[in-house]
């Protein structure tokens, strides 16, 4: 699993101690500025996965799956869905492999990297519960 880190700048961490003081000792809400403080580690930790780190991770999970004899491999353009990122599975035909009986193959439909980096295969009983995560551009 890829994990990633979020460095606080000393500038921004002034900030994030000033919002805090403003509003425990301004506001005179201790309690609040607990909750957001807690709120904007939580935040910080559910960060996104960027589409290039996606597919990076991608490139990396196809290139890493067994060669299909006839067929070439490749990555297919990303879908942001909800907590993560889906990629179709994607295949070309060599020359070496005429169309006709025998020569298709089958398998998952794509496959998911989860925001936290996780690569989980997607099959077709699953699909359509994937593809009903799309994210709105």
């Known amino acids: 699993m890829t994990r990633y880190t979020v460095v606080i700048t000393e500038a921004a961490a002034a900030e994030i101690d000033s919002q805090f003081d403003y509003i425990s ?3 005179q809400q201790p309690l609040n ?8 580690y939580a935040a910080i930790q559910q960060i996104m996965l960027t589409y290039e780190a996606a597919l ?7 290139a ?4 299909i004899k006839g067929w070439t491999r490749r990555v297919s ?4 869905v ?5 990629f179709d599975y994607s295949v070309d035909r060599l020359p ?21 980096g996780e690569i989980s295969v997607v099959g077709w009983p699953q699909l359509r519960s994937v593809k009903a995560r799309i994210c709105p551009n």
């Open 82 to 86: 909800d907590k993560g990122w889906y």
């Open 25 to 27: 000792v301004v506001r």
């Open 77 to 80: 353009q990303g879908i942001r």
């Open 33 to 40: 500025a607990q909750k957001w403080i807690r709120g904007l």
């Open 96 to 116: 070496s492999n005429p169309p006709g009986p025998g020569s298709g193959i089958g398998g998952a439909p794509g496959f998911l990297i989860s925001d936290a």
């Open 56 to 62: 990076a991770l991608a490139h990396q999970h196809v």
């Open 64 to 67: 890493a799956l067994r060669p």
